[in-house]
């Protein structure tokens, strides 16, 4: 049973016991382990169980990464690195070859070139190769045909058109429908075509053709004839002149698709690092913005209290004017009355009489008039004096506001200083980023320029190779008893899923799985899924059984995730019942589907699967061993590379 946990040699390997290879009765590899290497790194690994190996866990962990690395290593043109690979500059592809031997590819990250080594290697390696490959498909020491040899397949043909045309095989094109993509495995192209286009249909349905039978093409000895030789050469010739239009499209002084990617690689790491800045500065910006803001309503409400104290100041000193002028014509009441002799005793000076003569009505009513002034005069100053202590603690406070009001005006004019000074640092930064971007669009204008011109030259290469054939007998369908089983196989796997689907039938001149009468590509993502890895399942349970081509090996990256049961599906309580597709999936892989699985999904396996079999969770926990397919302490400069 497989152990999982820290490797002692230290890497994000999960050490298991070493597994015997597999008695099959026809010629298969199996993948060993992959892994990065690179000095002063320390190494990614990834060990594959003999039977099924489950990757699954959080998003951007590098889960995708593992699958297109294996598809860069079995010959793909280019790998699409991710920040965490930086550093790394070997990868290491262990295979268990047909004849029981083992041999370790070795390929850089942007090499051109596969180094083979005769034996297990899994760290970074220094001796010279035992062999030497090339990843194009031009001359005899590649990849392609190193690989077809070891599986017994050199110099198998397949048809390229309707009139008896063929081409040798290549090892990518059986590799086409043995690992499956993310993308492939939702869209809507049949799982035997790359595309919608007419172009290259029947040469992939030749490959099917020949894992199905287990025979290629006859070899024709027939050389083409002047029509087909003109026809050829236009084609050719018209292919020749796009190429020179893209090349003349080409920054002279741009370097080559290598450079390039250099090129791109390290603009993307001063991108993250100009953002970072641009992020940092932008944040004092605003934290700076937002202090101003602060300040200038807190000055808003010192200039509203001013305001106000102002006007009541205004006002009390129109009141204190009217008390004064009141206690003015009191005065002048009451110095009038003493000098005319009102408020004296004696003869009247209004009517002369004496006091004898005078009546009692007579002399209050000069003392009344006198108490009266009196009283209002004491009563005017009594306000007069409260009114005066209201407007004194009015001008304290005034005095007190406009001081914190002159304070405030002094933080904003510093908030002010500071923001033009964030200001004037940040336009430099943007510039960067302007510049920075610029750079990075010509850079990728320039790579795609070059790849289409690689794809060209490809489509170029392969008219020269295949050259033209005369015309005769079309190329043989498959015939229908074999295409019968092929259904069959593909059904069981789903029956074993337990996904509810009958009369499943492959066509073969459509290259459409049907449901009925319904193609693939009329079902929604999640079954399409299901369906391609039905197919891929199915295509690999009737070869390895029945025929004996197939590499022996599938990978299929999330074939599950977007899949939902029917509403009516029952679950049940039982530990010991799977209750979902996805565990009567993964039980299947495991107990009886006779090649080696390699699965990659976002969801868990279910627990007995994740006891038995080869299963890695990437946690993207900095805290957690499995962090992800590399190290938690490789340099990250971004997120991974993940669907």
């Not at 196989?489 to 449901?515: G, K, N």
Request: glycine share 8%; charged share 25%.
């Amino acid at each position: 049973m497989p152990r999982r946990g820290p490797s002692p040699t230290g890497g994000s390997e999960i050490s298991i016991h070493n597994c015997r290879l597999r008695e099959v009765t026809m010629p298969s590899i199996r993948l060993l382990h992959l892994t990065f290497a690179g000095s002063g790194r320390e190494r990614a690994q990834v060990v594959f169980g003999e039977k099924l190996t489950v990757i699954y866990g959080a998003s951007d962990t590098g889960k995708s990464f593992v699958t297109e690395a294996i598809d860069y290593m079995l010959g793909a043109r280019k790998l699409d690195l991710i920040p965490e690979a930086e550093g790394y500059s070997q990868i290491l592809l262990g295979l268990a070859l047909p004849d029981g031997s083992v041999i370790t590819l070795m390929r850089g990250p942007q090499a051109s070139r596969i180094h083979v080594f005769d034996e297990d290697v899994r760290d970074l390696v220094y001796r010279a190769p035992d062999l030497e490959l090339s990843v194009s498909a031009r001359g005899s020491k590649n990849i392609s045909r190193y690989l077809l040899e070891k599986l017994g397949l050199e110099g198998t043909l397949i048809a390229t058109n309707d009139t008896g045309g063929t081409k040798l095989v290549g090892f990518r094109d059986l590799l086409h429908l043995c690992l499956v993509s993310e993308t492939r495995m939702v869209s809507k192209v049949p799982p035997v075509l790359r595309s919608t286009g007419t172009s290259g249909q029947t040469a992939l349905k030749s490959v099917l053709k020949l894992l199905l039978i287990g025979q290629g093409e006859p070899v024709t000895d027939a050389r083409p004839n002047a029509a087909q030789r003109r026809l050829q050469k236009g084609k050719i010739g018209l292919l020749d002149e796009l190429i020179l239009d893209l090349q003349r499209q080409l920054d002279p002084h741009g370097g080559n698709e290598g450079e390039l990617a250099a090129q791109l690689h390290r603009l993307l790491a001063h991108q993250d690092t100009v953002a970072n800045s641009l992020r940092e500065i932008t944040l004092r910006h605003t934290a700076a913005a937002g202090r101003r803001a602060d300040v200038a309503i807190t000055l808003g409400q010192y200039d509203q209290r001013l305001a106000e104290i102002d006007d009541l100041l205004g006002r009390f000193g129109l009141l204190r004017s009217q008390y004064e002028s009141d206690l003015a014509r009191l005065a002048m009441v009451g110095e009038a009355g003493n000098l005319l002799g009102y408020f004296r005793t004696g003869t009247c000076v209004f009517c002369g009489a004496d006091p004898q003569h005078q009546t009692a009505e007579h002399d209050q009513e000069t003392t009344a008039l006198h108490a009266a002034v009196a009283a209002e005069n004491d009563k005017t100053r009594h306000l007069l004096s409260d009114l005066r202590l209201t407007i004194d603690d009015l001008q304290v406070q005034r005095e007190d506001v406009a001081g914190q009001r002159s304070h405030s005006a002094a933080q904003a004019e510093q908030a002010d200083l500071e923001i033009a000074r964030i200001t004037e640092e940040l336009l430099p930064v943007e510039h960067l980023a302007s510049e920075a971007m610029a750079a990075r669009s010509r850079v990728e204008k320039e790579l795609g320029l070059h790849q289409r011109i690689q794809e060209l030259q490809e489509v170029r290469d392969q008219l020269v190779a295949d050259g033209a054939v005369p015309g005769g007998r079309p190329t043989g369908s498959i015939p229908a008893g074999i295409v019968a089983a092929f259904d069959r196989a593909i059904e069981r796997s789903l029956q074993a899923w337990h996904v509810q689907l009958h009369s499943v039938s492959y066509d073969q001149y459509t290259a459409e799985l049907f449901v009925g009468d319904r193609g693939r590509a009329g079902h929604g993502k999640g079954m399409r899924a299901v369906l391609h890895a039905a197919f891929a399942v199915g295509l690999a349970d009737y070869c390895l059984g029945e025929a004996p081509i197939h590499p022996g090996f599938i990978i299929l990256d999330s074939p599950l995730v977007t899949y939902r049961q029917p509403v009516a599906a029952r679950r049940t309580d039982n530990e010991n019942l799977p209750d979902s597709v996805s565990d009567y999936f993964y039980r299947d892989l495991f107990h009886r589907f006779t090649g080696q699985a390699i699965v990659v999904e976002n969801t868990d396996p279910p627990a007995d699967i994740a006891q038995e079999a080869q299963v890695y969770m990437f946690s993207r926990d900095p805290d957690d061993h499995h962090f992800g397919f590399f190290p938690v302490g490789a340099a990250r400069g971004g997120n991974a590379n993940e669907s």
